[in-house]
Structure formats: structure tokens, C-alpha cells
């Protein structure tokens, strides 16, 4: 089966410092998504990327697909302390979402 | 409210107890998803009914037991449960194969379950 592997597990960064988050898996990534949690709520969809090299952005937040490495990371720029949660990585076999596995999060505070 | 609602937010129950937990989606999906996320623990796809009909379970215990009536409402009853059980039971629903692939799942704000 597939496995997710994101780092770091946990980030404090000041208000206006940019992060990188990076999520590496076991097998071949046929299409990575991004979801932010908010502690004890449901999963909101960021971005999906599907092919190698991709990038896509959503405000301040950047996402690029690896698939050689079979790597993707989330990059957030200038960062706020509405962007503090959860952030988890999923994928699935063959291009598929029916099955998405998910990394363990990374958790993101953003001191004021 | 992200579409997908997710009753009760909270429950407590003893071990000996029954109860259900409720799922609903008026996105016009056609496919619905259990997971349950532990502490420090990636999320475990539990059970996942495509146009009502369940094509996953991964091994999980037979105290759970999914019911998806339609396409619009999807159940997991709980009996006897463990306190290992405690857990964020999230509910997640998705579209046809094209669109899931875009956009990947809509999910709920989760059932907080803990067993006493």
C-alpha cells in the first residue's frame, strides 16, 4: 500500500516568515492533493496536482508536484495566523481518488 | 458548511452502548467515505460506497457496521466499542471519477467520538 510521509511533523514560524512543507511517498505519484484541518474539524481541499512539474497557487500558498522524486511540497509565503492547522498530503493508486491515503499532517502555528 | 454534515459532533458512549453516527451530502455525489484519525496517526479509510453500493473495508472490526441508504446519507453504527475507538470520525463524499480526480473529496467537520 501506499504510504505518505510528510515533514516536518510540527512548524512555529512568526508571522511574515515563509514555510515549506514536503510530503514524500512510498510508491509512484499519479496526482498528490493538499488539505488544511483546522484541530477537530473536517478536511478542506487546498489544491490537487497531477503531473510532474506542476505548480499551482491559491493566495499565498504554492504547491508543486516532484514525480520523479515521488515528492510534493506546499510552500506558504508571508505567512498569517489564519494559515495555522493541519496540513495533510493524499494520494492515490493509479490517478485514482477512490482510495486516498493521507500522510500524518504537519502542524502549523504562526505566532502574531 | 463545507455540504457534507456530520451529526452529532460529539459523542460520549459506554462500551456496552449502541449508537449510530449520521452523514449527509446534498452535493450530488455519488460516492461516500469513513475515516478515522487518531492522534499522531494518519487518517484510516474505514469503509468507502460507491453509488450506494460498498466497494472497501479495510479490516475493520465488525463492531462497526457502515449503511449507506442512498446516495445522499451514509451511516456507521457502533456497538460494544473500545476506548482504542476514541477517535475523529470523518466523513467524506466525492463525485464521478473525472471531477473526484480534481477535486478530491468533500469532507465533513468530523463525529469527536470518545469511549468510556
Known amino acids: 500500500s501506499q504510504e505518505l510521509e510528510q515533514s516536518p511533523q510540527s512548524l512555529i514560524v512568526q508571522e511574515g516568515k515563509n514555510l515549506t512543507i514536503n510530503c514524500t511517498s512510498s510508491?509512484?505519484?499519479?496526482?498528490l492533493y493538499w488539505y488544511k484541518q483546522k484541530y477537530g474539524e473536517g478536511l478542506i481541499f487546498l489544491m490537487m496536482?497531477?503531473?510532474?512539474?506542476e505548480e499551482k497557487s491559491h493566495e499565498k500558498i504554492t504547491a508543486k508536484l516532484d514525480e520523479k522524486k515521488q515528492q510534493s511540497s506546499l510552500h506558504i509565503t508571508a505567512s498569517q495566523p489564519s494559515h495555522a492547522g493541519i496540513y495533510l498530503c493524499?494520494?492515490?493508486?493509479?490517478?485514482?481518488?477512490?482510495?486516498?491515503?493521507f500522510g500524518s499532517g504537519t502542524q502549523l502555528t504562526v505566532l502574531p | 458548511e463545507t455540504g457534507v454534515t456530520q451529526t452529532p459532533r460529539h459523542l460520549v458512549m459506554g462500551m456496552t452502548n449502541k449508537k449510530s453516527l449520521k452523514c449527509e451530502q446534498h452535493?450530488?455525489?455519488?460516492?461516500m467515505y469513513w475515516y478515522k484519525q487518531s492522534a499522531k496517526k494518519p487518517l484510516e479509510l474505514m469503509f468507502v460506497?460507491?453509488?450506494?453500493?460498498?466497494?472497501e473495508n479495510n479490516s475493520v472490526p465488525s463492531r462497526f457496521s457502515p449503511e449507506c441508504p442512498n446516495s445522499s446519507h451514509l451511516f456507521l453504527h457502533l456497538h460494544t466499542l473500545q476506548p482504542e475507538d476514541s477517535a475523529l470520525y470523518l466523513c467524506?463524499?466525492?463525485?464521478?471519477?473525472?471531477?473526484?480526480?480534481?477535486?478530491?473529496?468533500?469532507f465533513g467537520s468530523g463525529t469527536r467520538l470518545t469511549v468510556v
Open positions: 467524506a463524499s466525492s463525485q464521478d471519477q473525472a471531477r473526484r480526480q480534481l477535486y478530491g473529496y468533500t
Open positions: 460506497y460507491s453509488l450506494e453500493e460498498r466497494v
Open positions: 493524499g494520494a492515490g493508486p493509479s490517478g485514482s481518488a477512490r482510495q486516498l491515503t
Open positions: 510508491k509512484t505519484l499519479y496526482g
Open positions: 452535493l450530488g455525489h455519488n460516492a
Open positions: 496536482l497531477q503531473k510532474g512539474g
